[in-house]
């Protein structure tokens, strides 16, 4: 199973755009995208807190929110693009009927026409949004959801993620967590001091780590 937001899709372009638009809706710079990338995992939360420098309890903040979902949405992909190397790790898995899904937090009304306008509706196994269940990760709820729309057994299945709520919600879940380190990593402590048991550079890589498994 894969997040989607820096694992599977390269979605920072997009969400950056919108915070910039934004930012400049209230008079402030744009910021660079070398800059949001690394908070891009954390959705808007982390997005609105680097660029408005105000956190998640400022009485500013909610508004802002669904100004910037609006944005968001408005322009789901235009620079969205799967990661060099998962549209061939994808084929490989459908190739070896090998089932996978995606779990995100991000919100069905992002996460429903993102996926289809990736062209993966209809191959993902299962597509698990952040209000899909009661707890979002890190909570382990909606990768045991997910194992059961699967009909899988949580230890027979491997979460990819590229943010630590991913690698606490995989072992909350009794899955073995892989880091993605070509994603944006959102997180101030080191992904090797993350919950997990590997971490690849490059999508192709599970490919290994499947093998191993086998």
Same mark, same amino acid.
């Given at each position: 199973?894969?997040?989607?937001?820096?694992?599977?899709?390269?979605?920072?372009?997009?969400?950056?755009?919108?915070?910039?638009?934004?930012?400049?809706?209230?008079?402030?710079?744009?910021?660079?995208?070398?800059?949001?990338?690394?908070?891009?995992?954390q959705g808007?939360?982390?997005?609105?807190?680097?660029?408005?420098?105000?956190?998640?309890?400022?009485?500013?903040?909610?508004?802002?929110?669904?100004?910037?979902?609006?944005?968001?949405?408005?322009?789901?992909?235009?620079?969205?693009r799967l990661?060099?190397?998962?549209?061939?790790?994808?084929?490989?898995?459908?190739?070896?009927? /090998?089932?996978? +899904?995606?779990?995100?937090?991000?919100? $069905?009304? *992002?996460? %429903? #026409? !993102?996926?289809?306008?990736?062209?993966?509706?209809?191959?993902?196994?299962? /597509?698990?949004? +952040?209000?899909?269940?009661?707890?979002? $990760?890190? *909570?382990? %709820? #909606? !990768?045991?959801?997910?194992?059961?729309?699967l009909q899988?057994?949580?230890?027979?299945?491997?979460?990819?993620?590229?943010?630590?709520?991913?690698?606490?919600?995989?072992?909350?879940?009794?899955?073995?967590?892989?880091?993605?380190?070509?994603?944006?990593?959102?997180?101030?402590?080191?992904?090797?001091?993350?919950?997990?048991?590997?971490?690849?550079?490059?999508?192709?890589?599970?490919?290994?780590?499947?093998?191993?498994?086998?």
């Amino acid at each position: 199973m894969f997040d989607l937001d820096g694992t599977l899709a390269d979605t920072a372009p997009d969400l950056a755009h919108a915070l910039n638009v934004l930012l400049e809706q209230y008079g402030n710079a744009p910021l660079p995208l070398d800059q949001l990338r690394p908070r891009a995992s954390q959705g808007a939360r982390g997005l609105i807190e680097e660029g408005f420098k105000i956190s998640i309890n400022d009485p500013f903040f909610e508004e802002l929110k669904e100004q910037f979902y609006t944005l968001y949405q408005n322009n789901l992909c235009s620079q969205t693009r799967l990661f060099i190397g998962v549209p061939e790790l994808l084929d490989y898995l459908d190739l070896h009927h /090998i089932p996978w +899904g995606i779990v995100t937090n991000k919100f $069905k009304r *992002f996460t %429903d #026409p !993102l996926v289809s306008l990736l062209g993966l509706t209809h191959r993902s196994g299962c /597509i698990v949004s +952040g209000d899909s269940y009661a707890r979002a $990760k890190p *909570f382990p %709820d #909606p !990768l045991l959801g997910a194992s059961e729309e699967l009909q899988l057994i949580p230890e027979e299945l491997v979460y990819v993620g590229d943010d630590e709520r991913d690698m606490i919600a995989a072992q909350a879940a009794g899955m073995a967590g892989i880091i993605a380190r070509y994603g944006y990593l959102g997180s101030d402590k080191a992904p090797e001091l993350w919950p997990h048991q590997a971490i690849i550079e490059h999508p192709e890589e599970l490919i290994r780590f499947i093998h191993y498994l086998q």
